[in-house]
């Protein structure tokens, strides 16, 4: 089981969880190898430029929200590419903490 699967089953039980991420598509915002805290999440409450762990076309990322149209996100990295537009139920939490190592 993948650390993503982790992660998105103890936030759908409303947990908190801490991962650290490899990969570099979203430097500057989340460094390869930080730690970062992900909360379960409203999706009414998201913003453009949050980062939040989802699931887009088959693949869980930590990437930002690049866009919102009402009930839908676009999702993106910190590099420019976007991975595609997805529905609130494939948003499982929000990251509120980056700590570098």
């Not at 915002?29 to 930080?34: F, L, Q």
């Amino acid at each position: 089981m993948s650390w993503a699967m982790h992660a998105k089953n103890a936030l759908r039980e409303g947990r908190t969880v801490h991962i650290r991420p490899r990969g570099h598509s979203m430097t500057g915002k989340v460094n390869d190898g930080d730690l970062v805290t992900v909360e379960p999440c409203d999706p009414a409450n998201l913003r453009v430029d949050d980062i939040v762990l989802v699931r887009c076309r088959g693949y869980d990322y930590l990437h930002l929200i690049k866009a919102i149209d009402g009930q839908r996100f676009l999702i993106g990295n910190n590099r420019g590419r976007t991975n595609g537009w997805v529905g609130a139920q494939a948003i499982f939490g929000k990251a509120v903490k980056v700590e570098r190592p």
